[in-house]
């Protein structure tokens, strides 16, 4: 089976509620920079992005895929510590056609931390 494309965007800018004038790289961008480095499935993409408007939830992805999976949008992350608690989670997003994990299946952060959760382009009927 094929699968459609997923991309997981990763705030790069995120300070994770650290102050604007700390030194050296922010969380968001610690977080990409290791998940980057993570071994992903051959039709999962990582890519850096600006500001997800998450400010006051730590550092935030936003994982989708193809016109028929939904869209989530997770927060809370502290930075690359929380790496492979993300890449976990991530995977079995991209494991599934339609982007529903079974409820169970979800590591706890992601049950506990969904910002936002965003119909696939072609509702199912």
Not at 20 to 39: S, V
Not at 96 to 116: M, Q, S, Y
């Amino acid at each position: 089976m094929t699968m459609e494309p997923v991309e997981v965007l990763v705030c790069s800018t995120c300070r994770a509620g650290m102050p604007t004038d700390m030194e050296g790289p922010r969380p968001g961008a610690q977080l990409a920079e290791a998940l980057l480095a993570k071994e992903w499935p051959a039709h999962v993409t990582v890519k850096t992005t600006e500001c997800l408007s998450n400010c006051d939830s730590g550092c935030s992805v936003a994982v989708r895929g193809g016109a028929d999976r939904w869209t989530y949008v997770y927060g809370n992350f502290t930075g690359a510590e929380d790496a492979d608690l993300a890449h976990e989670g991530l995977v079995k997003y991209a494991s599934t056609e339609d982007g529903l994990v079974p409820w169970r299946e979800r590591p706890i952060h992601f049950r506990k931390n969904c910002i936002a959760r965003i119909p696939p382009l072609r509702l199912p009927e």
